[in-house]
């Protein structure tokens, strides 16, 4: 039995006559209500009505698209089952409505032959009747559920199969879907037909579309892995030792599934790099918030705009929640009831009760800005400090740039460039290969050592015109942070 039957046959074990369930899935619930009538009420059948086609089946010679008139007919003429209403939320504001709601709660209470189903996308529970009725949030579909709606699908385009390993793979990509939303991304997949990687490119941009409704989240296509991060191993291989962690068969078998990094450190040095090499890394959507538009006032109150940003979030997991330079927006604040710290004392419970599939990527570049708490122990399961890189590092940086460049690593003296970048970010040494090719372009050549030579003459590294804040910025992680780079 699935969760969503499970959560409606205990509201029926509770004897309850109004049950509103908060879920768009309609036919989900249509469906699922037709396969449990007989268990719960024997010999009975599953009525439903609509404002446009009132009771069906239809109350002989009576009009019941009106709801008050349709809800009168079911209390007088008890159908022993359900009766599925499906737009009667819309109608909460009339007296009528919700005063034959009421009756027909005590009517079916003293004789349970029925349950009233009133079925929304949105949680619109009129006051006066919060005792009456029995409120669920129906869960998104589980895997099984998705698997079926898949192979219906897939028995459409015969010969464009999924391999079994990109099959469960495409299973975890699509939870948080509705079957609805699943079978129509499936249908477009199929159609285009994409493979291998393209099928979950397709339901992860599907799913960024969704959370684009909540213009504050924004869908990050995962571009890289770890392969383009040079260094910062020890990052690296945390999320490479967690890669088979993070999904539902982690969670079954009881394994701790990861819940977050917080990655602080020197701007530059490749934070933001590995928020989106991990999900690349994992095979999860990445969607990445955007504080400022959550505090610019736009969509709401920033604690409302916030709370709608979470839970849209939950309804996409699996995902990794990428909240970049999080001091920008979240720093201390002077006064205790600032927007900012009700927002970051409502993040920081959410990360403690969070569901389990929500993996949170967040960098800091002055962490010291936000208040202690981040840090304490349960919230992120690590966090990590990104150094200026070491001389192995910055080889590996400049080979990853280079070849990025087209340029052949032969014509190139590496360990005179480590020595040239001493104390540079991986943002710099980046920007002078780029600036060492432009300049070449120009030329009408191909790119040489002395392009790059060239650069790295002219340019100051931030490490040497914000020394201070980079010393700051080190004696806050000494002790704190695991330094994200293996120790040469
Ligand atoms: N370790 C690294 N390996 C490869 N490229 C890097 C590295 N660090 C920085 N870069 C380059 O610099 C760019 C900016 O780095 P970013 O991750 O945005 O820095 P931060 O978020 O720490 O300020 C990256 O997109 C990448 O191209
Ligand atoms: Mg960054």
């Not at 209500?33 to 009975?44: I, Q």
Request: proline share 6%; glycine share 6%.
């Amino acid at each position: 039995m699935s969760k969503f039957e499970d959560q409606i046959l205990r509201a029926i074990e509770g004897r309850h006559p109004l049950i509103y369930l908060h879920t768009p899935e309609e036919d989900r619930v249509a469906a699922c209500l037709e396969s449990l009538v007989s268990r719960c009420f024997p010999g009975g059948s599953l009525t439903s009505w609509s404002c446009v086609r009132g009771l069906e089946p239809p109350a002989e010679g009576l009009d019941t698209r009106d709801p008050a008139a349709a809800l009168r007919h079911l209390i007088e003429h008890p159908r022993r089952g359900f009766c599925l209403l499906k737009d009667l939320s819309a109608f909460m504001n009339d007296p009528k409505v919700v005063r034959s709601l009421r009756e027909a709660y005590f009517a079916f209470c003293r004789d349970y032959r029925s349950s009233l189903v009133l079925v929304s996308p949105v949680a619109a529970l009129p006051e006066a009747l919060e005792k009456e009725l029995c409120y669920i949030e129906l869960e998104p579909p589980s895997s099984e559920e998705l698997a079926v709606r898949v192979a219906a699908v897939e028995k459409l385009f015969p010969g464009k199969e999924l391999a079994p390993a990109l099959r469960s793979q495409v299973l975890l990509a699509l939870r948080g879907l509705t079957l609805m939303e699943a079978d129509h991304v499936m249908q477009r997949v199929f159609s285009t037909g994409a493979a291998g990687d393209k099928v979950l490119e397709g339901i992860f941009s599907a799913k960024g579309s969704l959370a684009k409704r909540a213009g504050y989240l924004e869908f990050v296509p995962l571009r890289h892995d770890t392969s383009v991060v040079g260094g910062l191993e020890n990052v690296k291989e945390w999320a490479e030792k967690r890669k088979g962690l993070f999904n539902h068969d982690a969670i079954k078998a009881g394994l701790p599934v990861p819940k977050g990094v917080l990655i602080m450190g020197v701007s530059g040095c490749g934070k933001s790099l590995l928020a989106k090499a991990i999900a690349g890394l994992w095979q999860v959507p990445l969607f990445r918030l955007n504080m400022s538009l959550v505090f610019s006032g736009l969509y709401g109150s920033p604690e409302t705009a916030f709370h709608n940003a979470l839970h849209t979030i939950e309804a996409v997991a699996p995902v990794v929640l990428w909240i970049d330079e999080m001091e920008a927006s979240l720093s201390t604040p002077k006064e205790a009831a600032s927007p900012q710290s009700m927002v970051f004392s409502s993040f920081l419970t959410w990360m403690q009760e969070k569901p389990p599939l929500i993996f949170v990527a967040a960098t800091a570049n002055r962490i010291e800005m936000l208040p202690a708490e981040i840090v304490r122990k349960g919230r992120f399961d690590q966090v990590f400090f990104c150094d200026l890189p070491t001389d192995a590092e910055r080889a590996e940086i400049l080979k990853i740039h280079l070849d990025r460049n087209g340029a052949d690593l032969k014509d190139f003296d590496l360990k005179f460039l480590i020595y040239c970048t001493k104390e540079w970010s991986g943002a710099e040494i980046e920007q002078a290969v780029i600036s060492a090719r432009v300049e070449a372009r120009q030329a009408g050549r191909r790119m040489t050592m002395q392009d790059i030579e060239k650069q790295t003459d002219r340019m100051v590294p931030l490490s040497k015109t914000m020394a201070e804040q980079v010393k700051a910025i080190r004696d806050w992680a000494y002790n704190r942070a695991t330094p994200a780079s293996r120790s040469s």
